[in-house]
C-alpha cells in the first residue's frame, strides 16, 4: 500500500469516527426529560397546594400528595436536588460536571437568582415561610479510603439579598465550651419558624452533633451528640434525623425523631439505612430517599412515631418536598 | 466543530511526518524512526482516548450514577496486580510467534471495545468495574510488544531519544485526554455516554493507524533461534538482564504511586475531589515537556546517570510534600514529580534495549515492567499502612529513604552491565 492510499485511508476513518462522535453527542444533546408512562411535561406551579414536588431523571416534577405514584408533570428544569416552599423552590443545578449552581425559583419556575456553589452538591433546604434557603456541598475528602471528608453550608437570605457563605465562621460552642478546632464541619441545615434560628450538624473530629444555629447572633451552640441532618417538623416539637448505627457511620444511619422537649429518641420503622435529610410530609409522617446499589433512587415514607411499616412513595424520584 | 477540526488537525500533522521521513530515514542518522514516530502517533490517539475517560470516571459514578465516593475507590483500586501475568503471557507470545505488532494491536484492540463496554454496563458496579478491568488487560497486553517494537525500530545509541519523543507523544494525549472530554461534555450537554463513544471512536481511530502504519520488523529477527518456552531460562542467564529486572524492582518500590501524592496534595489544598484527576496533568505537563531533553541527554552522557537524577527529583518530591500548603508546594510537587518520570520510564527502556537479546526483547519488556509494576504495587500498600499507622512524617520519610537506598543500589546494579552493553 502506497503512503498516499494509506493516508487517504486514515483520513477517511478519522472523517467517520471523529463525525459519528460529535453526531452522536449532538443527538445525546437533544434528548429531554425522560418520561415515565404517563409522565407529561409541564410547568408544575410551586404555588399549589398538597403537591408532591421531587426530581424525575434529575428534572423537577409534581404530583398530587394524595396520589404520589400517578402521573406526574414533569418540567425542562434540571437539578441535583430540589426543595420547595410558600412558592419559592430551589435548585441545585450542574452547570457542567465540575461546576454547580443553586438557583432559587419563583411559583412558576421562573429563575429568580443564580449562586455559584463550590463542591458536589448534597443538601438543600427551603424556610416555611420561603424566605431563607440553606444548602450544603462536599467539597473534598470524603473519598479514597480518607475517613474524614469535609462539607460547606450556606445561608441566603432572599428578603435583603444577603448570604453567610460558610456557616463554619460562626462562633461555635459545643457543650458549653467555644470550639476553636480547625475540622469544624456543618451541614444539614433545617430553619425554625421565625427565619432567624435554625439546627444543622456539626462535625469535629470522630463527634457529630445536633446544634441550634442564631443568624443573628451568629452562633452555633450542640444541643445533643450523633445526630445528622435535622429536619424541624411543621408544628416546630419535634426534629426527624439520621442517627449513625453504634455512633459509627460506616455502619450506616437509623432514620429517627428527637422530641425537642422531652429530648427522647424514637428510631423509626425504616430499618434500611437512610442517607439522607428527612421531609415531612405533615406532623405525623417523614419521607425521604433511598438508593438502590446501582444507584437508582425511590421516595418512602414512614411515620414519625416510630409505628407503622415504610410506604413507597414513588420510584425513580428523589429529593422530595410537600408544599 | 472545533473538536473534530483540532483532532484532525493534529494527526495530518504527525501523519505527514511519517511519511516525509521514510525515504530519509537510512542517510539521517539522528532521526527517530518512522515506525517510532508511527508508535508514537499511536499512543497519542489512544491516550486521548484512555485519558477522556480517566477524568470523567470518578464524576460519572459519583454524580451521574449516584455511588458512594467508596464504590469509585474500590473499582480504581483492583486489577493492577492481575494484569501482570497476562502482561508476560503476551510478551512471551509476540516473542515467540513473532508477531509484535499484532500482540499490541490486539491490546489496543480490546481497551477500545472496553469503551463501548462502558455504555453496555449501564448503571451496574459490578459491569464497570469488569469493563475497567478489560481495559487495563489491554494495555497490559500492549505496552511489551510496543517497547520492543520501539527498540528494534532504533539504533542502540539512540533508544534514549526514541523512547523520549514516543513518551513525549503518549504524554500529549494524556495532557490533551481531559481537555477533549470536557469539550465532548459541553457539547453533548453533559451526556456521559457522549464521553464514552467518542473515546471509543477515537481509540479505534489509533488501531487504524496502528495497522496502516506501523510496521513489525520482523525482518531484522530472521535467522534467529526459534522461542520456546526454555529460551526464557536463557534471558534471565543472559549477562545484566538479572539485574535490569532488579532495577527496575526498585524503580517500582521507590515510587508509591501517583495517587497517593495527589492525595497528600489535596490534604494541603483543601482540593475538591472533582479535580483530583486533574492534577495528573499537571504531572503530565512536566513529563511531556521533558521526556525528549533526558531521552537525549541519556544517550550523550549515559542513561544510569540520567536515572540517578530522576530519583533525586522523586525524594526532593517526597520531602517538599512534608512542607505547610500553598500552590507554589503544589505547582513544585507536580513539577519534581513529572521530572522523575520523565527520567525513569522511558529510560529504564532504553537501558533494557541496550542489555535484552532481540529474539526475546519482548518477553525481557514484559519481565522488566511486570517486576517494576508488582513492586509498584506492593510500596504504595506499604505507604498507606505507613501513613495509616505512623503518620504522613514517617511515611514521607520512608519514602525517601527508599530513594536513597535506591540511588545507591541501582548504581551498584548498572553500573558495569551499562559499559558492557553500551561498549561502542
Request: proline share 4%; glycine share 10%; charged share 15%.
Amino acid at each position: 500500500m502506497n503512503p498516499r492510499t494509506r493516508i487517504l485511508l486514515t483520513a477517511l476513518s478519522a472523517f467517520v469516527l471523529l463525525g459519528g462522535a460529535v453526531i452522536f453527542a449532538l443527538v445525546a444533546r437533544d434528548s429531554g426529560p425522560p418520561l415515565s408512562k404517563g409522565d407529561s411535561r409541564g410547568t408544575p406551579s410551586l404555588a399549589a397546594h398538597d403537591r408532591l414536588i421531587f426530581l424525575s431523571g434529575r428534572h423537577l416534577a409534581s404530583v398530587p400528595a394524595n396520589a404520589t405514584t400517578g402521573h406526574a408533570v414533569v418540567s425542562d428544569l434540571q437539578c441535583v436536588r430540589v426543595y420547595a416552599a410558600a412558592g419559592t423552590g430551589a435548585c441545585m443545578h450542574q452547570d457542567d460536571p465540575w461546576h454547580y449552581s443553586l438557583l432559587t425559583l419563583d411559583a412558576t419556575l421562573r429563575q429568580t437568582s443564580r449562586h455559584k456553589i463550590a463542591g458536589l452538591p448534597n443538601r438543600l433546604r427551603v424556610s416555611a415561610s420561603g424566605q431563607m434557603v440553606s444548602w450544603t456541598t462536599f467539597i473534598g475528602g470524603e473519598s479514597y479510603n480518607k475517613g474524614g471528608f469535609s462539607t460547606r453550608t450556606g445561608i441566603l437570605d432572599l428578603r435583603t439579598g444577603t448570604s453567610v457563605p460558610n456557616l463554619e465562621t460562626f462562633a461555635i460552642h459545643i457543650a458549653g465550651h467555644r470550639s476553636h478546632a480547625i475540622d469544624h464541619n456543618v451541614w444539614g441545615v433545617t430553619f425554625a419558624s421565625d427565619d432567624n434560628r435554625f439546627y444543622a450538624s456539626l462535625a469535629t473530629g470522630d463527634d457529630r452533633y445536633l446544634v441550634q444555629g442564631d443568624l443573628a447572633a451568629r452562633t452555633l451552640t450542640t444541643l445533643e451528640s450523633n445526630v445528622e441532618c435535622p429536619s424541624l417538623s411543621p408544628d416546630g416539637t419535634r426534629i426527624a434525623f439520621k442517627q449513625a448505627v453504634d455512633n459509627d457511620p460506616r455502619k450506616g444511619w437509623r432514620l429517627s425523631v428527637l422530641d425537642l422537649k422531652t429530648r427522647t429518641i424514637t428510631h423509626l420503622a425504616e430499618t434500611a439505612s437512610v442517607d439522607d435529610q428527612a421531609a415531612w410530609l405533615d406532623d405525623s409522617t417523614v419521607a425521604y430517599t433511598l438508593r438502590a446499589a446501582d444507584g437508582t433512587p425511590s421516595i418512602w415514607s414512614v411515620p414519625a412515631d416510630g409505628s407503622g411499616n415504610p410506604t413507597l412513595v414513588r420510584n425513580n424520584a428523589e429529593s422530595p418536598a410537600v408544599i | 466543530v472545533t473538536f473534530q477540526g483540532t483532532a484532525l488537525a493534529f494527526l495530518f500533522v504527525y501523519l505527514s511526518t511519517i511519511d516525509r521521513s521514510l525515504p530519509r530515514r537510512e542517510t539521517a542518522g539522528r532521526r527517530v524512526s518512522a515506525n517510532v514516530m508511527a508508535l508514537g502517533a499511536v499512543s497519542l490517539v489512544t491516550d486521548i482516548s484512555a485519558e477522556m475517560v480517566v477524568a470523567v470516571l470518578p464524576i460519572y459514578l459519583v454524580m451521574g450514577l449516584s455511588l458512594s465516593p467508596a464504590a469509585y475507590g474500590a473499582i480504581d483500586g483492583l486489577y493492577t496486580g492481575a494484569t501482570a501475568l497476562l502482561r508476560l503471557v503476551g510478551g512471551y507470545a509476540a516473542d515467540r510467534t513473532q508477531r509484535r505488532k499484532f500482540v499490541a494491536g490486539l491490546g489496543y484492540g480490546i481497551s477500545c471495545v472496553a469503551k463501548l463496554g462502558l455504555l453496555a454496563a449501564g448503571r451496574s458496579v459490578g459491569l464497570i468495574g469488569a469493563v475497567i478491568a478489560v481495559d487495563r488487560a489491554g494495555k497490559g497486553l500492549r505496552t511489551a510488544p510496543r517497547d520492543a517494537m520501539i527498540t528494534l525500530s532504533t539504533p542502540p545509541d539512540d533508544l534514549g531519544r526514541a523512547f523520549g519523543i514516543h513518551r513525549t507523544m503518549d504524554s500529549i494525549g494524556a495532557f490533551l485526554g481531559p481537555l477533549v472530554a470536557m469539550a465532548v461534555l459541553w457539547l453533548a450537554a453533559d451526556s456521559f455516554d457522549a464521553v464514552f463513544v467518542a473515546s471509543f471512536c477515537i481509540a479505534a481511530l489509533a488501531v487504524v493507524v496502528l495497522v496502516l502504519f506501523v510496521r513489525d520488523r520482523r525482518e531484522t529477527l530472521s535467522g534467529a533461534q526459534p522461542v520456546v518456552v526454555r529460551s526464557i531460562g536463557t534471558l534471565i542467564s543472559a549477562p545484566g538482564v538479572l539485574r535490569l529486572v532488579a532495577a527496575a524492582i526498585l524503580l517500582g518500590l521507590a515510587t508509591i504511586g501517583e495517587g497517593f501524592v495527589y492525595l497528600l496534595l489535596q490534604d494541603r489544598q483543601d482540593l475538591s475531589l472533582v479535580w483530583f484527576p486533574l492534577l495528573a496533568v499537571g504531572s503530565n505537563l512536566a513529563f511531556l515537556l521533558l521526556a525528549t531533553p533526558l531521552g537525549i541527554l541519556a544517550d550523550r552522557v549515559g542513561r544510569l546517570p540520567v536515572m540517578l537524577a530522576g530519583y533525586v527529583a522523586l525524594a526532593l518530591a517526597y520531602l517538599a510534600l512534608l512542607l505547610p500548603g500553598g500552590w507554589a508546594l503544589l505547582v513544585i510537587v507536580l513539577l519534581l514529580n513529572g521530572t522523575f518520570y520523565a527520567a525513569t520510564d522511558g529510560v529504564l527502556m532504553a537501558l533494557a534495549g541496550g542489555i535484552l537479546p532481540t529474539g526475546l526483547r519482548t518477553t525481557g519488556i514484559a519481565m522488566v515492567q511486570t517486576g517494576q509494576a508488582l513492586a509498584y504495587l506492593g510500596s504504595s500498600v506499604l505507604f498507606g499502612l505507613a501513613w495509616t499507622f505512623w503518620g504522613q512524617l514517617v511515611a514521607l520519610t520512608g519514602a525517601a529513604g527508599m530513594v536513597a537506598i535506591t540511588v545507591i543500589a541501582t548504581t551498584v546494579l548498572l553500573r558495569r552491565p551499562r559499559q558492557t552493553a553500551d561498549a561502542r
